[in-house]
């Protein structure tokens, strides 16, 4: 019920609940507790016939004026990695559902996010701003990981294969899939031919624009053979391994 009585109901075909936001989680400091809330969230997606939670944000808190810190952990990198790491491990302790850690990387501000370049050293990155998603694959085996908007020292980071790729699954073993932002690409940002050949899997949500850049990109060499048999190999095995293609899966005759 809604002040004075009245009630509220709710939009028409919306399952879903109001979770404390990731600033709060992390508050508690409670491992645990974090996990279950993950566990929560796990139950709610298979409610709603979905396989991938866009979760959690790991980027760190820069500047109390930042639009998304709510949905952020904390300052603190470590504080961040090992609570991301317990909420992904709950969300994806039943095999077929997946977490998606996001924005990879530096995307710590909304003002501009789509234009802007993280300029930032090598030591700063590594000991700030990626340790929150190390975290989350290394301990806790995120299975999706999404790019962000902005440029990390002047290239978009769907572009970057440093971030990617040799960082990403070379280093930190990653073997999931690799989405952009929505709309990250085109429209006079990264390119999405360039985004796949980075590591990029799936360009989000897909538009005519992206699909001839990506033709394109093959034709000029932009986009090797091998590139587009791991995105498709990748999506595949993804979508194959999901709880919800097993739920609908035709039975074996």
């Not at 709710?10 to 992390?26: F, K, Q, R, S, Y």
């Not at 508050?27 to 139950?43: F, K, P, Y």
């Not at 991301?84 to 969300?91: I, S, W, Y």
């Amino acid at each position: 019920d809604g002040p004075a009585g009245l009630r509220i109901q709710p939009e028409a075909g919306v399952c879903t609940t109001a979770w404390p936001c990731a600033t709060l989680l992390a508050a508690t400091w409670d491992e645990d507790l974090v996990s279950r809330a993950g566990e929560a969230a796990a139950a709610e997606v298979k409610e709603n016939n979905i396989s991938v939670w866009l979760a959690p944000a790991v980027n760190i808190h820069r500047n109390p004026l930042c639009g998304r810190n709510y949905e952020y952990f904390s300052e603190d990198p470590r504080l961040t990695g090992v609570l991301a790491a317990a909420l992904t491990r709950g969300v994806q302790q039943e095999k077929g559902f997946y977490a998606t850690v996001k924005h990879l990387a530096c995307n710590n501000q909304e003002d501009s996010r789509m234009e802007v370049s993280s300029v930032v050293g090598e030591r700063a990155l590594r000991e700030i701003y990626l340790r929150g998603f190390e975290a989350v694959v290394r301990e806790g085996g995120v299975k999706a990981v999404m790019t962000s908007y902005n440029r990390v020292n002047g290239v978009y980071a769907p572009n970057s294969h440093d971030l990617c790729t040799k960082v990403l699954r070379c280093e930190w073993g990653f073997d999931g899939v690799v989405m952009t932002d929505w709309d990250a690409t085109g429209m006079g940002r990264g390119s999405s031919a360039a985004a796949m050949a980075a590591g990029n899997d799936l360009i989000m949500p897909g538009s005519g624009a992206c699909k001839r850049d990506i033709l394109r990109g093959v034709r000029t060499g932009v986009i090797a053979e091998q590139d587009l048999r791991r995105c498709c190999g990748n999506v595949i095995r993804a979508i194959l391994d999901s709880a919800i293609q097993r739920e609908y899966a035709p039975s074996s005759p």
